[in-house]
């Protein structure tokens, strides 16, 4: 980029394409129907969903918006979705590429444009407005910007309240399992238990059609769970662990591996708990035998740790270090499968030490 360019503001650059060439030539100053202007914000959307050069296909995602610019926002037929989906895009692009001064900037475009709307139309924009704001939410906590990843959460949720589409569910879901999740942090288990319990009935109003929701189901089961381990409510734990288990047996959905083997451990943990020992084992092994299609590095390391835990309880609780020794054994075994010897170092050097323990 040369010294002239420097300066040049990136939300009011064009991307011509031999596809919306004749929008830029020569009639671009020229009135035009709002019809035409809607057209052309339509064309350069399907053109930036094409584009693979990140450059370009922001351009095109600018193109969107300096084509709707010449349109009234707050007449009727001002097309609403096709900004906001256009914005939620962009500015989605821009947290992939990790451009922060862009993700900024496009929130900020994003809130002007919503705060300037009347109430009936805001009311239109809710939804898409929530999922931006909520992956903002995401941001802001990788960031750890606690402070106004807590404030647009709860902006979420004040302004979603009453809105029972599958996206405005999704975001406030998210929205109050972040606050829950801050909660149990600082250990006050029972605002905790609050939040996520109404994540939970946001995410089961949404439809089946809902992205996202069986994982999120999954997860808030766990968690809340967790917050109930915690604070040594054992029986609604338990509930909660065998809940997000049963969703993990019996359906498909992304992170399925993770969820399950953390409420699994956390369950057998419970079962340790309370001295039902061989209930414990048992637990360990069903995982183990239920997720023998998980082969990769990571399932292998969590393999390896349960079958180490289940050798821990013969050896610490039963006092049977025979069958201890089988299941360290058992553990070395599967750690040999990983592909990455640095993938498995931990598991391996701590079953390592505890058979030598039991063989000096």
């Given at each position: 980029m040369d010294d002239n360019q420097k300066d040049t503001d990136i939300s009011e650059i064009y991307f011509v394409t031999m596809d919306?060439?004749?929008?830029?030539?020569?009639?671009?100053?020229?009135?035009q129907s709002d019809e035409t202007i809607i057209e052309r914000a339509q064309l350069d959307l399907r053109l930036a969903r094409k584009e693979d050069i990140a450059s370009k296909k922001r351009m095109l995602y600018n193109n969107v918006f300096i084509s709707l610019k010449k349109l009234d926002t707050n007449k009727d037929n001002f097309p609403y979705t096709l900004y906001l989906t256009a914005s939620y895009e962009r500015f989605t692009l821009d947290l992939h590429c990790n451009a922060k001064e862009l993700v900024e900037s496009d929130i900020a475009k994003l809130d002007d444009f919503y705060n300037q709307l009347s109430k009936e139309n805001k009311d239109k924009c809710i939804p898409l407005y929530c999922l931006s704001l909520i992956q903002y939410t995401d941001y802001l906590m990788n960031n750890n910007d606690i402070e106004n990843a807590v404030d647009i959460a709860t902006k979420i949720i004040t302004i979603g309240k009453g809105f029972d589409d599958d996206n405005t569910l999704l975001a406030r879901c998210k929205a109050y399992s972040t606050i829950g999740s801050l909660m149990f942090s600082i250990q006050n288990f029972d605002q905790a238990k609050a939040y996520m319990g109404e994540a939970l009935q946001c995410i089961l109003k949404a439809s089946d059609q809902c992205t996202g929701k069986t994982n999120l189901t999954a997860t808030l089961a766990f968690n809340i769970g967790n917050v109930y381990f915690q604070s040594n409510e054992l029986d609604y734990a338990e509930k909660c662990f065998q809940r997000a288990i049963n969703i993990c047996r019996y359906e498909d959905f992304e992170d399925k591996f993770e969820i399950w083997q953390y409420a699994s451990n956390y369950y057998a943990q419970?079962?340790?708990?309370?001295?039902?020992?061989?209930?414990?084992?048992?637990?360990y092994q069903k995982f183990i035998d239920e997720t023998s299609q998980y082969n990769d590095d990571y399932a292998i390391n969590r393999k390896s740790e349960f079958l180490y835990r289940i050798a821990l309880i013969n050896y610490k609780f039963l006092n049977d270090s025979d069958t201890a020794l089988i299941y360290?054994?058992?553990?070395?075994?599967?750690?040999?499968?990983?592909?990455?010897?640095?993938?498995?170092?931990?598991?391996?050097?701590?079953?390592?030490?505890?058979?030598?323990?039991?063989?000096?």
């Open positions: 919306n060439l004749d929008h830029y030539i020569e009639d671009d100053t020229l009135p419970l079962l340790v708990s309370r001295n039902q020992y061989k209930e414990a084992i048992e637990e360290l054994n058992k553990a070395k075994d599967e750690t040999a499968k990983a592909k990455d010897e640095n993938s498995i170092y931990g598991i391996k050097s701590t079953i390592q030490e505890l058979i030598d323990n039991l063989t000096k």
